[in-house]
Structures are given as C-alpha cells and as structure tokens.
C-alpha cells in the first residue's frame, strides 16, 4: 500500500498540518486505512482499539455496513442542493426523526456543519432573540473550563485555557461559573443574581460533563437548582450535547437527567455515527416565532454552503435506525457495568486519584508531580505507551478516559483495561 514516495506516515508529513499538535515534537502519525467494529488498521494490517470512538464521535462501529449502504445509495440519488429556499427528503425525515427523541419543548431543527458551529448557531439565536423581542439582554452565562469549540464564538463561551489563550483579547466578555457542587450552589446563584438577570441573555452547558476540559463530572441535583433558577429569570438555556448526546451518559440524551428542558439544543459528533461532518441546533416554538416577521432585519442571517447536505443527513438517519434499536441500549449497559467492575480496580490503585464513571465514560487522573491539566507534561509518555499497545487512547494531559463505541466487545475492553493494567507501575520507571 506504500508508494515510491513512501509510507502514508512519510508522505503526511511532507504536506499536512495536524490539529492540537506540536509538529516539531510530536511522533509521525500512523497511516490507517480501513476501519472495522471498534478497530482500525494500518498499513501493515495492524489493528488498533478505538478506545475513545475517533475524538468521541463514533457511536456504532467503523464502517457500519447500514450507514454506508445508505450513504451509497442517497449519493446515486441527490448529493446536495441549496438549503435556502429548497428542500428535500433527508433533511425533512431527520428533523422529524430527532424531534421525537429530544424534549418535547423542542420545535425546530436548524442545520449546520459541526460542533462550533451549532454552539454559534444557538449563541447567535439566543441574542438575536431578545433583540427582536426589543429587550437588552446580552450577557452569556458559562461554566469555567467549558470547552464548546474552536470558532471564535464557541471559544468566546468556552473558559480560558491552552485552546484560547492567544485569541482572549480578541473574545467576547462572557461570565464563568464553578461547575455545581452540594456546597456551592447558593454562591452560584448569588453570582448569577449580581450579573443582573433581567440583562442576561443565555446559559450555555454541557450537562453533567466537561468533556476537553478534563471529563468532569459534575452534581446532577445543584445543576438542577441553577436551571431553574435560569428558567425564573427568563434566561435561555442551551444544552451543547455534541458530546454528550446520543447515549454516551447513559441516558439518549444528558438533559433527560434533568426535570427542566433546555430552550436550545446543540448536536453533532455521534449524530451521524462518527461517519460525516454535521451539526444541529434545535430550538423551541418560542424562539423561532421571535424571528417571525414582515421586517427582514429580524431574519437568522447565519447559514453554511453545506447546510443540510443530503448525503450527512441520509448518514444521520441510518445512525439513527442504529441508535434506537434495542441492542444498542443493551450494549450500553454493558460497557457501563464492565466499566464499574474496573472503576472498583482503579480505586484501589495509588498511582490514580478521582476515578469516576458516567454512562459508557469512565475518566481517572494519573498522580503526577506536575499540576493536573492539558499541558501536563504525562501526556508524551502517554501517547507513547498506548501506541505500542495498539490502543487508541489520546489523554487530556495526565487525564486518561475511556469512551468506547457501542460495538466494542467484552474482549476488546478487556485489552484496554489491561493496557492501563501495565500502565500504572511503568510510571515510576518513566
């Protein structure tokens, strides 16, 4: 599979610029080729475990032979149009489809490219809202070490850290809370009620879970206690599940812990199986009627040259006739129980702190005598050790998770278990 030029490794690093990687220092990358299940291979045919599903966005396997039949056959058929003014059977069918499965206060489906995108979509629509509505409301509520993407918008609601810290003089002013606590919930209130609420515009999240921010896992009964004090305050709420969404914490969707429903919604990464760049931003009857007018000013200026592209959404549907079969709940609950009986071994080990499990997540740091955090140095001996494993798990600094596609089989969790196995009493020879 090599050619005179060389390798896929050798001719990658004479033309391609990685993302989140230092490319004077970093190894080259493996070339891999195909995918099956829960494994890629490479050019020797090596297999290697997806043990955090390809940056968090496979839900089903790779090369799913029902998503790409489908795809296959939609691209014979229509591969794009213009989504202003025209329309067409994917988009239509996946709207209608995903509205079933989401809060019942969710109304409309507005399309997008990705993750950053739909956070932009929902930020742009909560201010606008209150615009059209003519009331001056333009602050943003965030959490500190939220991470809702690259774009400038998305890195604006995001907290400061390694990923903006170049671009902060550059982002717009947004006010951070503490993720909630048993204990602190009063003083986030307290915190929200000296911002003004009559001037706050939206409270963006990811629920129940940081996922670059280092997988915290956060209280479910606190957070609770800030939507609705949001909700009283007539704050909009936008859950930002392009992680967390489409079963990864158990439930189909994080917010279905909660008794009160966000106003807008943000998916992306497992909505098409891992297979194709797509974003969505849903909202209520609410927030779409404020747009509503004979005055074009009040129009959602905002769309993407691929909105709604049919072969993404024809992806999204076959994921969707995937998700919602029975054997993938079922398949849920077994990484989540195989996962609790390895929680109990990790407790035991010295060498880890704050082990913890949320759905098929289960996230630990690594003991280091450096401060715990993206840039912690464990990261390169990290990334160096799992690949010789041939086991795909790519820390967020001394952090180590594991977030598996539904597929992955009781041997293969096995494999990955046992790589941290060894791990752990490799550190202090590292």
Known sequence: MST?????????????????????????PIGIVRGEGACLYDEENNAYIDATSSWWVNIHGHAHPHIAQQLAAQALQLQHCIFAGYTHPPAVNLAERLLQLLPANQRRVFYSDNGS????????????????????????????????????????????SVFTRVFDDFLFEVHFLDVPTPDNIGD??????????????????????????????????????????????????????????????????????????PDMICLSKGLTGGSMALGITTCTSDIYEAFLSNDKLKTLFHGHSFTANP?????????????????????????????????GELQQMDAVKNPRLLGTILAFELVTDNA?????????????????????????????????PYCITDEQLTAVYDSIRELVPSLQQA
């Open 117 to 160: 995108t739909a956070v932009e979509v929902a930020i742009k629509m909560a201010l606008q809202y209150w615009h059209n509505k003519g009331q001056h409301r333009n602050k943003i509520i965030a959490f500190k070490n939220a991470y809702h993407g690259d774009t400038f918008g998305a890195m604006s609601v995001s907290g400061r």
């Open 311 to 343: 072969l993404a959404c024809t992806v999204a549907l076959a994921s969707l006739d995937l998700f919602v079969d029975p054997a993938c709940a079922l398949n849920r609950q077994r990484i989540h129980e195989k996962h609790a009986q390895f929680l």
């Open 4 to 28: 005179a030029k060389g390798n896929l490794s050798a001719r990658d690093l004479e033309v391609i610029w990685h993302p989140y990687t230092q490319m004077q220092t970093a190894p080259a």
């Open 188 to 261: 986030l209130i307290a915190s929200i009620a000296a911002q003004q609420p009559d001037q706050v515009a939206a409270f963006i999240f990811e629920p129940l879970l940081q996922g670059s921010g280092g997988m915290v896992m956060y209280d479910i009964a606190g957070f609770e206690q800030l939507l609705q004090y949001c909700r009283q305050q007539n704050i909009l709420l936008i859950a930002d599940e392009v992680m967390t969404g489409f079963g990864r914490t158990g439930k189909n969707f994080a917010m279905e812990y909660m008794q009160t429903a």
């Open 372 to 404: 715990d955090g993206y840039t912690n140095q464990l990261a390169d001996y990290l990334h160096r050790f799992f690949r010789a494993k041939r086991i795909m798990l790519r820390p967020l600094g001394n952090t180590l998770y594991i977030l598996p």
